[in-house]
């Protein structure tokens, strides 16, 4: 399973990739709000920063909710650099553009599903991507993960070569959960990735091994 980081602040993108798990990067329009950028020269720039810093794919959202726009506005999100996938989101114009960007070979992200048959919708289309959001299920008292197993196999029933990006993560448990369903990615805050590092057994045990080592090293001085 890959590893992306959703997040538009660059020093938690560095750190994450520091760690060497770093696969890509997905942003949206909440992200970039978060971290103060605005204005689309800036938010250009901040999109090809991050590409900068990772070696895989960065998810850059369109605004537009037409055809045309979301045509326009992607094809000039992707020329900013070769590792940015067009972010559509799941609406009738997204889906008939989600299709026009994979007929020009244009990598996409298809963002805020949250139905098997909206994920079905986006594999026809020809999405790179599809992204269903379970935290937000999870909010709303339904079950996100059931949506991940449901996609996962509808698309392997068909062979569909879209991969499955599991969305809105909240915990390290969210990304084992996945990772169980069969996920082609998570895209995960980084305190979830730095959350996947913790055990108590792991901290009790290693501060035994060093205090056995002290006592070993006092002996043989
Ligand atoms: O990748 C989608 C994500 O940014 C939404 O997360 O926590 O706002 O539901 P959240």
Known sequence: MKFFIDTANLAQIKEAEDLGVLDGVTTNPSLMAKEGITGQDNILKHYVDICKIVSGDVSAE???????GIVEEGEMLASL????????????????????????????????????????????AGATYV??????????NQDGILLIEQIVKIYRNYDFKTQVLAASIRSPLHIVRCAEAGADVATCPLSAILDLLKHPLTD???AKFLSDAKKFTTVNS
């Open 131 to 140: 992204s269903p959001f379970l935290g937000r299920l999870d909010d709303i």
């Open 62 to 68: 369109v605004i537009s909710t037409d055809f045309k």
């Open 81 to 124: 650099h070769p590792q940015i996938v067009i972010k559509v989101p799941m609406i009738k114009d997204g889906v008939k553009a989600l299709k026009y960007f994979s007929n020009k070979g244009l990598k996409t992200n298809c963002t805020l599903v949250f139905s098997p048959g909206q994920a079905l919708l986006a594999a026809k």
């Open 204 to 206: 009790s045990g290693l």
